[in-house]
């Protein structure tokens, strides 16, 4: 139950409602473990955008940590939230179940960061 | 004849003449009409006569004392500007300390002040009234003293001169931006307990006996005295803050819950606001005064656990954040600069990697996390900027809902991993950085899912330079966010190689030798 108090109604839609965006919708990426990139960062894609296109700017980001090259895909273990998930790919974001504001948690086993700092 | 000489007044009768005896109660007009403000968030007030002055100071008086402290003041800043004071500094690393804080701490002042005005304005009491009115001057004064002291630095170093069109548009000055919009989008009694009490008395010395004891350490009497100056008037704020605090538990035992919850939401948002205050004491004073994690326990552990023991006996209880920043002292200086040094392209500061004896230092004063979490990461960026592959960060980033900062902070117990929170909001997902700012989303979605994250702000084409044709077919959003920010390319980068490094050592060189 919300605890706002107003002297006056209080109707405003969300600053960040998936409308504001021109058919794209907002999408975070986080590399656990690789806080380097301290800050997971965020796109705007549209739902019909291939998953291969969020690997491409995971790439275009991450490929500065020397882990990037040690990754073993196979290995990857992905997360929407906390949920677990396999990304397809060649498939797109809304068929991957991707949604606005959805955040994914990419880990990779045995990669720890530099000297295993998780950075 | 003898004269009749009136008997000089005594300051409690000035005081009573000067203030209470100045105000009146409406009678064409409705009371709670001229004062809506001050019953809607539920605090129940009975009588407002009750309201102890603290310091009985008015306004005349106040006027004197001021304008003695002004003139003080700007006969020191006179003195160090002619004598080309800014040489002085310890190192010119130091004056990136000044960027820092002209951005982030003058314009909030200048919040400050027009909070305590609407105070003055809304407060029933004549009492409280005269006092958030001077503090309102106070705040502005503060707002323009810092800004002259460093309006002389402006002349010689990059990156200054545009603080004012940053304030609103910079993605790292938004959490102080929020801060004060949503203390000063609230309620007046919430307003006190957020300006007046939390930062006020939990977290101001944590903010400014730093910086001001940081500019007396590093050579800057300019910041020092500006510093001085406004102690006095600090002193002033904490008892207006506390009293206030006091009022509202003594007035109505139903107050209790509410002033309670306002505590530990605004502790807690004052918490995640000085995360940059401990990196600028770790990381960015060429002489260091002592670590944050130090002033932590001096300043806020200490002083303010010893708060919350007195105030216990009106039942109030130690806010609930506040183990999670005792963990946190540990580590938040150092995920705050190494956010900052990522971002070479991004700030009107330079940010650079400690020197092998400064890291040394760190490793003494944070034994538990320094070597283990934050030196490997650090030698390996200064590694990679002496092969000439300066770590420079390309992307936008995520921030919290409630406090704005970037997404940065550890789980709570595991330093390894990043914590996250999420909130569901009429279908919408919110995402927060920690337990506590998802708890005041939850208390106050309506408000919070309005919050001004600028990241998504360029995604949705709002952060561009006046007359960009956002219709032209090649437009992307966030294009030119240089010229939106209107950030002075010299002043970027990392501080090695800077115009600042160079014009320093060679005007220093040039007042030293022949």
Request: net charge negative; glycine share 6%; aromatic share 14%.
């Amino acid at each position: 139950m919300t605890l706002l108090k107003t002297l006056a109604p209080y109707e405003f839609k969300s600053r960040d409602a998936v409308e504001n965006y021109q058919g794209r919708q907002l999408l975070y990426v986080n590399w656990e473990r690789h806080r380097m990139f301290s800050r997971p960062f965020v796109l705007a894609m549209k739902p019909e955008t291939p998953f291969s296109a969020v690997l491409e700017e995971m790439a275009a980001c991450f490929s500065y940590h020397p882990d990037w090259q040690h990754i073993d895909w196979d290995k990857a273990i992905w997360q929407n939230g906390n949920t677990p998930f396999t990304p397809d790919r060649n498939k797109t974001l809304a068929e991957n179940g991707i949604g606005h504001k959805d955040l994914i948690r990419f880990r990779t086993p045995g990669l720890d960061g530099i000297a295993g700092t998780g950075y | 004849m003898d004269m009749k000489v009136a008997k000089k007044l005594g300051l409690k009768e000035r005081y009573a003449l000067m203030t209470r005896d100045l105000a009146w109660d409406t009678t064409y007009q409705k009371m709670e009409d001229v004062f809506p403000q001050t019953t809607y968030e539920g605090i129940k007030i009975h009588d407002w006569d009750k309201w102890e002055d603290p310091f009985r100071l008015t306004m005349d008086a106040y006027w004197k004392y001021q304008a003695e402290k002004e003139r003080k003041l700007y006969a020191i800043l006179d003195g160090f500007n002619q004598n080309n004071g800014h040489l002085s500094v310890t190192d010119a690393r130091y004056i990136n300390v000044l960027k820092l804080f002209l951005g982030s701490t003058p314009p909030l002042e200048l919040m400050a002040a027009r909070g305590f005005s609407m105070m003055g304005r809304q407060m029933n009491g004549a009492g409280p009234r005269v006092a958030c009115q001077m503090q309102a001057v106070d705040e502005y004064r503060h707002f323009q003293t810092q800004i002259h002291s460093i309006s002389n630095y402006n002349k010689y170093y990059n990156g200054m001169d545009e603080f004012a069109h940053q304030q609103s548009r910079m993605w790292y000055l938004s959490d102080g931006k929020s801060f004060f919009d949503d203390a000063i989008t609230a309620g007046p009694f919430e307003f006190m307990v957020a300006i007046g009490f939390a930062f006020e008395y939990v977290l101001t010395n944590i903010l400014f006996v730093p910086f001001i004891s940081g500019a007396a350490y590093n050579g800057d009497m300019a910041a020092m005295t500006v510093g001085f100056s406004a102690q006095s008037d600090e002193a002033r704020h904490m008892t207006l803050g506390l009293e206030c605090i006091k009022f509202m538990l003594e007035q109505d035992p139903d107050n209790l819950p509410i002033v309670q919850r306002w505590i530990d939401k605004w502790t807690w948002r004052g918490t995640r606001k000085l995360a940059s205050v401990g990196m600028m004491m770790d990381y960015m004073l060429p002489k260091r005064i002592m670590s944050f994690k130090e002033a932590w326990e001096m300043y806020v552990e200490e002083n303010g656990g010893a708060l919350f023991k007195d105030l216990a006996r009106y039942g109030i209880t130690i806010p609930k954040c506040f183990s999670q920043t005792i963990e946190e002292k540990e580590h938040v200086s150092h995920q705050s600069w190494i956010g900052f040094y990522m971002k070479p392209q991004a700030t009107p500061f330079h940010t650079w990697i400690p020197t092998p004896d400064e890291m040394d230092w760190l490793s003494e004063k944070y034994p538990n996390t320094f070597d283990q979490y934050y030196r490997p990461v650090l030698e390996f960026f200064d590694a990679q900027e002496k092969a000439g592959n300066r770590f420079n960060n390309q992307t936008a980033p995520m921030n919290c809902q409630v406090c704005v900062s970037t997404m940065k902070f550890n789980e709570p117990g595991d330093p390894m991993e990043m914590c996250f929170r999420e909130s569901i909001y009429n279908g919408e997902k919110f995402h927060t950085c920690s337990d506590h700012c998802k708890e005041i989303f939850d208390n106050e979605p309506e408000k919070y899912s309005q919050t001004f994250i600028s990241s998504h702000q360029v995604l949705q084409g709002n952060c561009e330079p006046d007359g960009t044709d956002t219709s032209a077919p090649d437009f992307k959003p966030g294009q030119d966010m240089l010229g939106y920010w209107k950030l002075d390319k010299r002043a970027l980068g990392d501080f090695n190689g800077s115009e600042d490094q160079k014009n320093f050592a060679a005007w220093r060189e040039q007042a030293t030798k022949n």
